[in-house]
């Protein structure tokens, strides 16, 4: 009963957090249009998507929001990486690889999901329980979810040594992705409630580091974060 209030909570902050996350993105956006924003953009709202599922886990469940939760999953992954690669200014060519093979898997595990039915134990305790799902539905999404998950946590280190004034936000980001990663894999051994306590510390982490470094960004401008 004390980890169903705790896994409620939890997902009840995740959902409001993420959405006021992507009116912030939209507002920001608005003021600075740059290509990753809008990747960032379309992530996070598929990421709030994932996290009104959880929260409807509570009260019902249904195949089609198995199928909504699972593809707003792959799809969050997929376009945040994608931003985080233009934000990178990665080589076009390399860039340009990336997000076709994100894109290409992306596709494969969405059509997947609309054709393997879902087990009976798909929750525990509320929580989506990845363990139970299909072999196939495991594996595939992991072409997307592995490298995209590197990529978001990779690549703000990358900006920690790079650009010294972005520092400090960037590797919160960092970390903040690494814990939202290592809390989305403990549902595979139904340790739920690190589940919930991991993706609120880890989505609050993302968030503070994406404003200040917005912030510094803003106040600094672009040519002058080194």
Not at 120 to 149: D, E, R, Y
Not at 196 to 204: A, E, F, H, K, Q
Request: net charge positive; proline share 3%.
């Amino acid at each position: 009963m004390y980890y169903d209030l705790l896994n409620f909570i939890a997902t009840l902050v995740s959902v409001i957090a993420s959405f006021m996350f992507v009116i912030f993105l939209i507002y920001d956006y608005h003021s600075n249009e740059k290509i990753n924003k809008v990747y960032w953009i379309i992530g996070f709202s598929f990421f709030t998507i994932a996290s009104l599922c959880d929260l409807i886990f509570f009260f019902f469940i249904n195949y089609e929001l198995y199928v909504l939760y699972l593809a707003s999953v792959t799809l969050l992954v997929t376009f945040l990486s994608i931003g985080e690669l233009y934000f990178l200014n990665l080589k076009k060519n390399y860039r340009i690889f990336i997000i076709y093979y994100l894109y290409a898997f992306s596709v494969i595990t969405l059509v997947s999901v609309f054709f393997y039915s879902m087990p009976s134990n798909i929750l525990v305790s509320h929580i989506f329980n990845s363990a139970s799902l299909p072999s196939m539905l495991i594996v595939l999404p992991m072409f997307v979810t592995l490298p995209g998950t590197a990529i978001l946590v990779i690549g703000p280190l990358y900006h920690v040594f790079k650009k010294r004034a972005l520092a400090i936000p960037q590797l919160m980001i960092s970390i903040g992705f690494f814990i939202v990663a290592v809390s989305t894999g403990v549902t595979i051994i139904n340790i739920q409630y690190i589940f919930s306590i991991g993706i609120v510390i880890g989505l609050g982490m993302v968030f503070w580091g994406a404003i200040k470094s917005n912030n510094k960004i803003k106040y600094l401008g672009d040519n002058q974060i080194a």
